[in-house]
């Protein structure tokens, strides 16, 4: 392993045993089949192999099949769309397939649509003695997308495990694998920059992605803010590759009883990747890729399950992506290789992820400063890039996380885990600031050497009971996060040029540091405890929940490896929330949480220097509503977070600053109509410095944080031409200050892309092209700013293709 503290344990393998690749199981486990004569439902299983349909009916008609998968491997379903009654619904997902149903007392079952057998009294079908496998959907399985397939039912809420968004008394949203490759994305950046409530403050062309949730930065640091399958400490530092993501999660507001205290402190919300599994149904996918001008790559996706009932799965993404930027003078190269293996046994669930990446850049790019007092000129060409040609940076990640469960009882399940990364940056560049209106620009060219390691353990128990009238869902969780960042840098000549008409300076020769100390060390301890309580069949929940977290941190010096500053200080975290669905499609709840961050180290010009703070706690309240009309489902939240900092008041450095963000989140998702998709979404926010150490500030908006967000995209199957849907995205930002003064402003930037999709079939293989193009109109904008003060160049007008085939 190329880090210390990974641990072998085990953890959560969130499937159910569907179908099998041989063998005979059911589809969902239940007492028999639902009569005939059962209200008709609303389905949207879209078109595909007969085993997928098959498998997202059963669960969504809450039915139980048998299938011999063997039998219907190669077959397609034309798909569901509408209202059915169960055995309508199976007929119609059979048409063609020459299989039919029938009802037995075990439950449906596949047969040839020659096979004849006798109906018994109660109209169930008779047919030859059948082999019926236990297999009941576990409460860890992925949730169902919702209608129109961009975004899922439900996600992992932290220690609360998987919920259904009717359920969740958080705003949490779960992209889906299909919209992942539908927007071609390449990076988890990709895919979360189409959310109201999220933005980018990353720069275009840079190396590392960095995010705002509800106003407050997110992986602005050194330290990953992303988690992986739940927990700190696998995903890679600074960019995550979209290649082995399932779905991307993003909820919103604290999360420090949930998932744990974040490495970097972030409080607005947090970013999950569930990573890829293999499905019942064999995936051998290809892809092409172009990106304007000269970007090509390939992605390799396959997926087997072995065993005489599927148990095991091998899941493997890989691609390479390189050539010329649409940025002057950049060309970037990457390569991904990911490998998730994984065991589902009738107890034993367990799961084994490796992963590595590379990421390459000749004159990567980066946000500017602006110097004091300098008005924001307006933004360049997004093709303008003033990092000198002879400028570079590489990133390289590994890491590896295993997990495990076992059921003890059909009610209680123990869980663990345990993995960690490692981070080798090495990179040659400066910062650049902007000097005066014209646009001219000093940096200082830096040979920096960063080395990362992170570790992850935890454990604990999940249990299912009543008590009266009232169920339980509770969990007991122990967790460990440990981190430890080295790093070493020369300087070099500083470098003069402007940001319209960019300037290449002779090359220097800036020798790469001596040697890489150790300056910082943090270990994160915790033990949480949650229990959901419900009455009148979950239409009334109440959640609560407990954190103890412990924060361990040293500081060294780079030169002597001395430690310089020492912290270790312990907070509790609490948490409450409610759940009222008056009707099965409306939910009402509200919640308080909770979160932490790291307090600071008084500097050595206060009285009090050298003096650790307690943590910070913010606290967030909101409340909100979810409506789901089956095909189409919308929210809205009203939120407000607080946040406090360290500030010298006078000659003492205290936790005396405050910023308050209050906010209005509104969103819809699904299917408008049948041919017509739309995820769409605004986000309003009021934030401000409510408290701070001059009056002059006090009262201000934060650096970064707009006041409205907004998106839409929406993707229209034309009925000229079945096969071709055309997509339109819409994303506008309002304006964001640069410093605390207010001094200095980006404007408002609104940007348009335009796509399309067309799928068809080529000797006998499924083939989708997709084609897109970013900022039609070529609109020149400053996209955001870091929380740090960064002012971040928006990207050009830029072309993306892909083709994708089954083999």
Not at 269 to 277: E, T
Not at 385 to 413: C, F
Not at 580 to 606: M, Q
Not at 702 to 728: I, Q, R, Y
Request: hydrophobic residues 40%; without cysteine; glycine residues 12%.
């Amino acid at each position: 392993m190329p880090f210390k503290h990974a641990r072998a344990a085990v953890l959560p393998l969130a499937a159910a045993l569907l179908f099998t690749t041989a063998g005979v199981v059911p589809a969902r486990a239940q007492s028999a089949a639902q009569p005939a004569g059962q209200p008709a439902a609303r389905y949207d299983i879209p078109a595909g192999p007969l085993a997928d349909a098959l498998n997202h009916f059963a669960q969504q008609s809450g039915t139980a099949i048998v299938v011999d998968a063997d039998k219907v491997k190669g077959l397609r379903s034309p798909g569901l769309r509408g209202s059915y009654g169960v055995d309508e619904g199976f007929a119609a997902l059979l048409q063609g397939s020459g299989y039919r149903i029938a009802r037995t007392p075990a439950g449906y079952v596949l047969v040839a649509a020659s096979v004849a057998g006798q109906a018994g009294a109660d109209g169930a079908m008779t047919l030859p003695e059948v082999t019926v496998s236990a297999g009941a959907t576990h409460p860890d399985a992925l949730p169902q997308a919702y209608a129109g397939g961009q975004v899922a039912r439900g996600g992992r809420i932290g220690v609360l495990g998987n919920r259904d968004i009717m359920d969740t008394p958080f705003s949490v949203t779960s992209y889906t694998a299909k919209k992942i490759e539908d927007d071609q994305a390449t990076t988890v950046a990709d895919v979360v920059a189409g959310d109201p409530s999220v933005r980018t403050s990353g720069q275009t062309g840079g190396m590392l992605d960095a995010f705002f949730i509800r106003g407050f930065p997110v992986g602005e640091g050194n330290l990953g803010e992303i988690s992986f399958d739940g927990v700190y400490g696998v995903a890679p530092n600074y960019r995550v590759f979209a290649d082995y993501a399932e779905r991307i999660e993003v909820i919103k507001g604290p999360t420090a009883l949930l998932s744990g205290m974040s490495p970097s402190s972030s409080i607005g919300g947090g970013i999950n990747i569930v990573p890829k599994r293999a499905a019942d149904t064999d995936l051998t996918r290809l892809t092409a890729e172009y990106v304007g001008t000269s970007q090509f790559g390939g992605q390799l996706d396959v997926g087997r399950r072995f065993g005489p009932n599927g148990e095991f799965g091998v899941r493997f993404n890989g691609s390479y992506r390189g050539g010329d930027t649409p940025l002057d003078n950049q060309s970037r190269e990457a390569r991904v290789g990911a490998l998730a293996l994984d065991y589902r046994g009738e107890r034993l669930r367990a799961s084994l992820d490796l992963l590595e990446q590379k990421e390459e850049f000749n004159a990567p790019s980066r946000p500017f400063l602006i110097a004091a007092g300098v008005p924001v000129p307006s933004a360049p060409d997004g093709r303008r890039n003033i990092t000198q040609p002879w400028a570079w940076s590489e990133v390289t990640d590994r890491a590896a996380l295993l997990r495990g469960e076992y059921d003890l009882t059909d009610s209680v399940t123990v869980f663990a885990d345990a993995g960690g990364g490692w981070t080798d940056v090495e990179r040659l560049f400066g910062t650049p600031t902007i000097l005066n209106a014209r646009g001219d620009t000093s940096e200082t060219p830096e040979h920096y050497k960063f080395d990362v390691e992170r570790s992850t353990l935890d454990a604990g128990l999940r249990a299912r009971f009543d008590t009266a009238m009232v169920s339980h869902s509770m969990t007991v969780q122990a967790s460990r996060y440990h981190d430890t960042l080295s790093r070493g840098l020369t300087g070099g000549r500083a470098v003069a040029s402007n940001i319209y008409s960019p300037v290449d300076r002779i090359a220097q020769s800036v020798a790469a540091p001596g040697w890489v100390p150790k300056i910082s060390e943090t270990d994160l301890t915790g033990v949480a405890l949650s229990d959901t309580l419900g009455i009148l069949n979950d239409r009334v929940q109440l959640v609560l929940g407990v954190r103890q977290q412990t924060i361990k941190s040293e500081n060294f010096s780079a030169t002597t490896g001395a430690t310089t500053s020492s912290y270790k200080k312990s907070t509790v975290t609490p948490m409450a929330a409610l759940v009222l669905k008056p009707r099965d499609s409306v939910t009402v709840y509200a919640n308080y949480i909770e979160g932490l961050s790291k307090g600071d180290v008084a500097p050595t010009t206060a009285v009090n220097a050298g003096e650790a703070l307690s943590p910070y706690v913010a606290k967030q309240y909101e409340a909100g509503v979810k409506l789901d009309f089956g095909q189409l489902g919308a929210s809205a939240s009203l939120f407000q977070i607080t946040k406090p900092s360290g500030q010298l008041t006078g000659n003492v450095y205290s936790a005396g600053g405050e910023q308050r963000n209050r906010g209005l989140e509104l969103s819809v998702f699904g299917e408008v109509a049948p041919s017509v998709r739309l995820l769409a979404g605004v986000t309003f926010v009021d934030a401000e410095l409510t408290r701070t150490n001059s009056a002059a500030t006090r009262g201000n908006t934060p650096v970064g944080v707009p006041k409205m967000l907004a998106n839409l995209s929406a993707e229209w199957d034309t009925p000229f031409l079945d096969a071709l849907t055309l997509v339109g995205n819409v994303a506008h930002t309002g304006g964001q200050y640069v410093n605390v003064a207010n001094t200095q402003r980006i404007p408002a930037w609104t940007r348009l892309d335009l796509g399309a999709r067309y799928r068809t079939t080529i000797h006998d293989r499924p083939v989708t092209v997709r084609a897109t193009v970013q900022n039609v109109l070529d609109t020149e904008y400053w996209s955001g700013v870091a929380s740090w003060g960064g002012v971040s160049q928006g990207a050009p007008r830029t072309a993306l293709l892909s083709v994708s085939t089954d083999f």
